[in-house]
């Protein structure tokens, strides 16, 4: 089935196309100011709000991010957080714990608009292929796939940005600003060197957002039904970020050995992944893991709070949890009388 031109047609009959389901927006703002649902301007201001959560989470916390990348690169001379913290500031400064913040912002910012963007629109759009009773029954493939797909084409948005970062934070050799860094890339090693560290990325972030999503879609759902007493909208922003937060510690223990070949393969520009990953051995690809647990389980929570606060800003529906659709449920009452 193709994607009709009228909006209206992509999320008839689809378990995640709801009425606005926002108390701030409900009480603040009439019907007819709320964005529709499934529209191009929709997925837009998505994609903005994606862009937002991720590259202002992202450029919070750098430095984490830096010790986090020495770790894995180096571990014999940077032994823990605090330790690597230490020496990064002895010998190089405070300053330095703010090295690379540039490809960072630009880099995730990318992502987080092709994440949060492309994740709404698959969402809808493998719904309406396969009709509400499946999607519904299917819901946590349909997630999956969903955010799978938008990672898939926002890592390519985000690959020139990391392996610039990775360079800048951890080569002796590099300049330290983006565009002398992105200047010596390119001169040794072409537009090549910038996308050399794309397949693992995808290891990486594809499991990871996969996960993230899915899990943060099935956990809500699980809560508003046997945990929690009321409606998402009336539910205190505290009481949502506890979710993700969970979510976001086990995604990051889900992605972190390819996390850790991403940076191996940035640092080291002969190795390819195989050979990564055979030098670390079972134990080397977890290093680093504690620094990213804390980082990716605070970025998690503050991206969905930060995500969730464009939506009302700009009146966007904000679904509640899919329902079963009422044919499917006559169905299964059929099915039980005979």
């Known amino acids: 089935m193709g994607i009709s031109a009228d909006f209206t047609d992509i999320i008839k009959n689809n378990p995640f196309k709801s009425p606005l389901h926002s108390a701030e927006c409900a009480s603040n703002t009439k019907a007819a100011d709320t964005v529709p649902f499934g529209t191009a301007k ?16 992202h450029i919070g916390i750098v430095p984490l991010d830096l010790i986090k990348c020495r770790i894995q690169v180096n571990p014999e001379k940077y032994k823990g957080i605090i330790s690597g913290f230490r020496t990064t ?15 960072t912002f630009i880099g995730y910012s990318m992502q987080g608009l092709g994440r949060f963007g492309l994740y709404e629109y698959f969402k809808v759009f493998y719904a309406d292929l396969i009709g509400e009773e499946l999607a519904y029954q299917w819901r946590t493939t349909l997630y999956l796939a969903a955010a799978a797909s938008g990672e898939f084409f926002a890592d390519m948005l985000l690959a020139p940005m ?47 957002t996969m996960t993230k999503f899915a899990c943060f879609e099935r956990t809500v759902e699980l809560l508003y039904k046997h945990v929690v007493p009321k409606p998402r909208a009336d539910c205190t922003k505290f009481e949502q970020l506890v979710v993700t937060f969970v979510a976001g510690v086990f995604c990051a223990i889900v992605s972190h050995p390819a996390d850790t070949v991403v940076s191996k393969l940035n640092q ?33 929570a503050l991206q969905w709070l930060i995500y969730d606060s464009v939506k009302v800003a700009f009146n966007l529906p904000r679904p509640p949890p899919p329902e079963m659709p009422e044919s499917l449920k006559k169905k299964l009452e059929a099915a039980m009388k005979k």
Do not use: H, N
């Open 268 to 300: 080291d520009a002969g190795a390819s992944a195989g050979q990564i990953l055979k030098k670390l051995g079972p134990f080397g690809v977890w290093s680093g893991l504690v620094p990213r647990i804390i980082m990716i389980g605070t970025i998690a």
């Open 162 to 208: 990391e392996a610039t970062k990775v360079r800048i934070q951890t080569s002796p050799t590099a300049p330290p600003y983006l565009r002398g860094c992105v200047t010596m890339i390119y001169k040794s090693e072409g537009l090549s060197g910038f996308f050399k560290g794309l397949p693992p990325l995808w290891m990486r972030q594809i499991p990871y």
């Open 42 to 57: 929709y997925y837009a201001i998505c994609a903005f709000g994606g862009m937002l959560s991720c590259g202002l989470t």
């Open 89 to 103: 500031i002895a010998e190089e400064g405070g300053r330095a714990l703010a090295k690379g913040w540039a490809p």
